[in-house]
Every structure is written in structure tokens, then in C-alpha cells.
């Protein structure tokens, strides 16, 4: 076993022609630790993220292990736009905040009032050299996600997963629902796999004077997992299946869709006759 090789029993089972390739647009850990960390700690994936703002970038930049790689570009349609910047950096945005949708949410109105703009040149995805795979795609760009697939289609013609933010209430002027971010989504291949959060708020004037986070029933935003349609795998190559088991199984504890990954295949004999067998002993540890 080569010195570099990443030290994991699905893998060695796999055994892909390369590492898996992940590409993560707006890589500001916010929210806390990105879904793909345990896979790059495992050395199981390579990593480039985008991070426009310069002070985050550097901050990225300065702790980036050896397969990361961070990028100052603001990805989009490739035009430049006025990125506003809000008083809550998780909401600063290339759209441009709705004071209307935001004040019937508590500490919204303040969370988006915009304190500075700032003229932003966009790169399109397809055009962006530093990207030469892509299985992973992971976005969260506040309302932008639709021109940055629409602006690349090629790329996410080979890609196997998609986890992006969709919104059920749209708090930015002129931002694609749901249902727009889903439609293009399937146009490209994918179907919804799982959602990972669903943040939901209280709809003023009903409110919690002692949590501003507190919820009922309305959806406000969600982390959508797409994958490619597995109901059609005759359409992904042998690499395309091996890196959708890597990040189902990896990722998202999705051992169900990794098995049936691994079961073409057994079938296509691009993997070994008991590889099924094998995987069940995996996930067995794994549990």
C-alpha cells in the first residue's frame, strides 16, 4: 500500500481511479464543521473552496491541510453584482436582503440590515481552470445557487452529489424558491436523497421572549442532499458509482444507497464477486 493511500476498508474495496473530488462554494464554516471533514481527514478526498471575502479566505488559506485549496473567486453567471454585506455575515448575499419577508421573523430585520456594498466580479463554474473534477459539490451562497448551476452545467455533468441550501421562504429580493433549485437539479440528473437541516422559525408577532431561535411549524431554509438518479445507473460510469458510495457511505451514513452503488457493480464485475459481502462486514463495523 502506497504511503498516501487513504486508509479505509470501502476504498480498498472501491478501489477508484482517484481520490474523490470535492468542491465547496462559499466555504466559510459558519455553520459549523463542513459534511465532508471526516472524508478529508481520512484522505479520502481532495478539496477546493471558494471563499471571496478576503479575511475568511486568508483565514482558510492559513490552516488548509495538504489536498485543500481555497480560492478567492465569488462563483456565479460570470457578470458583476453588488454583494452586500449584512450585519450577520451568514446573510451577506449578492441578492439584496427583503425587509418585508424579513420582518415578520424575529432578529431577521437586524440580522440583514446591509452595513457595506461591494462590486464583485463572478467566475462561472465551467470557467473556472483550478477545478478539474468534481464528484462532491457542496453550496451555500444565500440565494445565488441557481446561477452557479446554471453556470455550470458542465462540471456537474460528472458530479455524483449535490448538498445545497434551498429556501421555502425567500428572504432576498428576486431569489429562486424551492421548487426552482429542485427543477433545475433533476434537469441536471439528480434527484433528493436526504435533507440534513430544516431550520425553522416562529412567524411574528407569536414569539419566545427567551429564545430568538425558537420554532413551530414553518420552514424558513433546509440542506437538500441531491444525488445523481440512482433508479439509472446504466447512465454513471463505474468511477461515477464508486465516489457516490464513497460519500453516501462516508457522508451521510447512507449505507442502503453505497450497497446498491456496489451491487452495479458487482454486476458490471468492476469490482471484486464478494464485494457485497465485504461491504455488509463494513457497515457492521461501521454501526
Known amino acids: 500500500m502506497k504511503a498516501d493511500r ?3 476498508e470501502l476504498f480498498s ?4 481511479a482517484r481520490l474523490t473530488a470535492v468542491v465547496d462554494i462559499g466555504a466559510n464554516p459558519i455553520d459549523g464543521d463542513p459534511p465532508y471533514k471526516g472524508m ?4 479520502l478526498c481532495t478539496l477546493v473552496g471558494f471563499e471571496p471575502l478576503k479575511a475568511v479566505h486568508s483565514a482558510l488559506d492559513a490552516r488548509k491541510g495538504p489536498k485543500e485549496t481555497y480560492l478567492p473567486y465569488a462563483v456565479g453567471d460570470g457578470q458583476t453584482h453588488v454583494l452586500n454585506v449584512c450585519r450577520a455575515r451568514g446573510m451577506t448575499s ?8 424579513l420582518k415578520h421573523f424575529r432578529e431577521f430585520s437586524s440580522w440583514g440590515e446591509v452595513v457595506r456594498q461591494e462590486r464583485l466580479t463572478t467566475a462561472r463554474l465551467d470557467d473556472i ?14 440565494g445565488s ?5 446554471r453556470g455550470g452545467h458542465a462540471r456537474l455533468s460528472t458530479a455524483v452529489v449535490v448538498q445545497t441550501e434551498v429556501s421555502f421562504i425567500c428572504m432576498y429580493e428576486e431569489q429562486p424558491p424551492f421548487g426552482a433549485i429542485d427543477l433545475e437539479l433533476r434537469g441536471l440528473g439528480f434527484v433528493p436523497h436526504a435533507f440534513t437541516e430544516i431550520r425553522r ?12 431561535l425558537a420554532a413551530m411549524n414553518q420552514p424558513i431554509e433546509a440542506d437538500v442532499v441531491y444525488v445523481r438518479d440512482f433508479t439509472r445507473a446504466n447512465r454513471m460510469s463505474d468511477e461515477q458509482l464508486k465516489h457516490l458510495a464513497l460519500v453516501a457511505h462516508h457522508v451521510y451514513a447512507s449505507f442502503d444507497l453505497a450497497a446498491n452503488c456496489i451491487h452495479h457493480l458487482k454486476n458490471r464485475k468492476a469490482v ?11 457497515v457492521g463495523k461501521a454501526r
Open 201 to 212: 422559525r416562529l412567524i411574528l408577532p407569536f414569539t419566545n421572549s427567551s429564545n430568538p
Open 129 to 142: 481552470k483550478e477545478v478539474q473534477d468534481l464528484d462532491y459539490l457542496k453550496i451555500d451562497v444565500q
Open 272 to 282: 471484486a464477486a464478494d464485494a457485497m459481502e465485504r461491504y455488509v462486514s463494513i
Open 94 to 101: 449578492l441578492l439584496k436582503p427583503d425587509r418585508n419577508v
Open 13 to 16: 474495496l472501491l478501489e477508484p
Open 145 to 149: 445557487e441557481l446561477s452557479v448551476f
Open 40 to 43: 478529508l481527514a481520512k484522505g
Open 6 to 8: 487513504p486508509n479505509s
